[in-house]
């Protein structure tokens, strides 16, 4: 989900430097309202390849309950849209699809490997890496994961919610004033 959340982001750089862009935001609909629809598609996107991969592991013996694989959808849903919208702030600065990469790159992977995704978030302070664990604690990717792993015991973690909802909001909001030609990043850009 993480990358899938990401990359779609890539195609807004694509369509900023192709021009399509600009044709898409004057159009009647509110800005912030074409942003969240591209982040809302590659949520639904991602969850039905959650689903699919899912499905296959069930095939091949790895499976949980039905109770648990609809319990997570919220938690896929709220993950997929903070993390879309974290991507969506990604390309605010970003001039060119080929710095793009870089930059994903640079976001993907510390987000992934400084996470509870790996090694439960419990297990690293049990272990003594204090030092990763306040990291991966701080790191919003941890709760997104942290979310769908309490919900698929059909659990509800308070603390990883309102850090998805709230790192959500704050990214979408920073990245919809970034799109705003006369207030945000993509204006200044455009001048420079």
């Known amino acids: 989900m993480l990358n899938n959340a990401v990359s779609s982001a890539l195609s807004l750089v694509y369509d900023r430097e192709a021009g399509v862009m600009r044709v898409m935001l004057v159009s009647p609909l509110p800005r912030s309202f074409l942003l969240f629809a591209k982040i809302l598609g590659a949520t639904i996107l991602s969850g039905l390849q959650i689903y699919v991969f899912l499905g296959l592991a069930a095939i091949f013996g790895y499976y949980m309950p039905l109770s648990g694989m609809l319990l997570i959808l919220p938690a896929i849903f709220l993950s997929g849209i903070m ?13 060119q699809i080929e710095n793009f ?3 994903m790159n640079f976001v ?8 509870s995704a790996i090694y439960p978030l419990w297990k690293l302070r ?4 204090e030092l990763l664990y ?24 308070t603390v990883s919610a ?7 909001v704050i990214a979408f ?8 030609p006369n207030r945000g990043a993509i204006g200044r850009i455009r001048r420079g």
């Not at 049990?126 to 890496?129: H, K, L, M, P, V």
């Not at 909001?173 to 705003?180: F, I, M, N, P, Q």
């Open 83 to 95: 993390l879309g919208s974290i991507g969506l702030l990604i390309t605010v600065y970003t001039r």
């Open 162 to 168: 309102a850090v998805v909802v709230s790192c959500a």
């Open 134 to 157: 306040w990291i991966a604690a701080i790191n919003p990717f941890t709760h997104a994961v942290e979310l769908i792993r309490f919900s698929a015991y059909g659990k509800f973690d």
């Open 101 to 103: 990469a870089g930059m």
């Open 173 to 180: 909001s920073l990245a919809a004033r970034g799109y705003d």
């Open 108 to 115: 993907i992977f510390p987000m992934f490997f400084l996470s």
């Open 126 to 129: 049990e272990s003594g890496a």
